[in-house]
């Protein structure tokens, strides 16, 4: 599991510097991408867009978002908590508390046009990053199932069922 991490992180490093059409480099390959929505609040007020790069062979995949809007670091990790809850229910998310907690710490407020990006190894393991690692989630029960905030499953056709609404 450390071996995994230790191999993808160098490579999340540069996935600024790739762009969206030509895929996301990834945990030793390069993911392509799958699908992009923007997220909204109430259907219209703009939140952040979405770049979904996945592979089907492993599961493999990320979400980057870019932040149309400025949130306080705080305010983010409360949507994150709450969204995980509605998503998960309260039991998991009380057994997920450590994890909610360390991302909730984690984050940095944001201001338009800042990126956060969140992606799952072949093991199932997570991180999250922005220009660097942020926090590495290695309990892969919870990597899953955070990456479930936007990308709730894949559907037939191997498109997204995304999370959140869309605009």
């Known amino acids: 599991m450390k071996r995994s991490i230790c191999l993808f992180l160098p490579a999340l490093l540069l996935a600024g510097a790739v762009s969206a059409a030509d895929g996301l480099w990834f945990d030793g ?13 109430l259907g219209f007020i703009e939140l952040y867009d979405v770049d979904y790069f996945h592979t089907p062979t492993d599961d493999t995949g990320c979400v980057r978002l870019s932040y ?5 670091a705080e305010t ?6 709450e969204v995980f ?17 360390q991302v909730a710490a984690a984050y940095r407020s944001v201001e338009p046009g800042d990126r956060y990006l969140y992606c799952l190894a072949s093991d199932g393991t997570g ?7 942020v926090v590495r989630l290695p309990d892969a ?25 869309s605009c």
């Open 76 to 81: 983010l990790g409360e949507a994150t908590r």
């Open 85 to 101: 809850e509605d998503r998960h229910g309260a039991d998991l998310a009380g057994r997920y508390r450590v994890e909610l907690e």
């Open 29 to 41: 390959r390069q993911l392509p991408l799958k699908a992009e929505a923007r997220a909204c609040y």
């Open 68 to 72: 149309l809007r400025g949130f306080e």
């Open 127 to 133: 991180a999250l990053l922005r220009d660097e690692a």
């Open 141 to 165: 029960g919870f990597a899953r199932r955070f990456m479930q905030i936007w990308v709730q499953g894949i559907d037939k056709a191997g498109d997204p069922r995304w999370g959140f609404r």
